[in-house]
């Protein structure tokens, strides 16, 4: 069965810092583009980065550039999402999902950051 599995969303303070990590069952994450996206309350569902299958290269929403970093650990089938600086705008759910754009294969169910004093 394929299967995407967010985890490490949690309460944190401004300026705090998270990992996120999306780990795959049923299929090599290796030979996939991953994307890693939120949704916040009232707001449409937003593309944060993507990691490609070939290169590796990676690309990031303007809003979390500098601050956000994501990676991949092959060995564990798992993709990280590095999040630093932390603001209270961070705040939603993240999703990680392959490939980066429409048509979308697989989602993972979600992961809740909160940024908040």
């Known amino acids: 069965q394929v299967q995407l599995v967010e985890s490490g969303g949690g309460l944190v303070q401004p300026g705090g810092s998270l990992r996120l990590s999306c780990a795959a069952s049923g299929f090599t994450l290796d030979h996939y583009a991953i994307g890693w996206f939120r949704q916040a309350p009232g707001k449409e569902r937003e593309g944060v980065s993507c990691?490609?299958?070939?290169?590796?290269?990676?690309a990031y929403a303007d809003s979390v550039k500098g601050r956000f970093t994501i990676s991949r650990d092959n060995a564990k089938n798992t993709v990280y999402l590095q999040m630093n600086s932390l603001k209270a705008e961070d705040t939603a759910v993240y999703y990680c999902?392959?490939?980066?754009?429409?048509?979308?294969?697989?989602w993972g169910q979600g992961t809740q950051v909160t940024v908040s004093s």
């Open positions: 999902a392959t490939p980066c754009v429409w048509p979308f294969d697989h």
């Open positions: 990691i490609s299958s070939s290169d590796g290269s990676t």
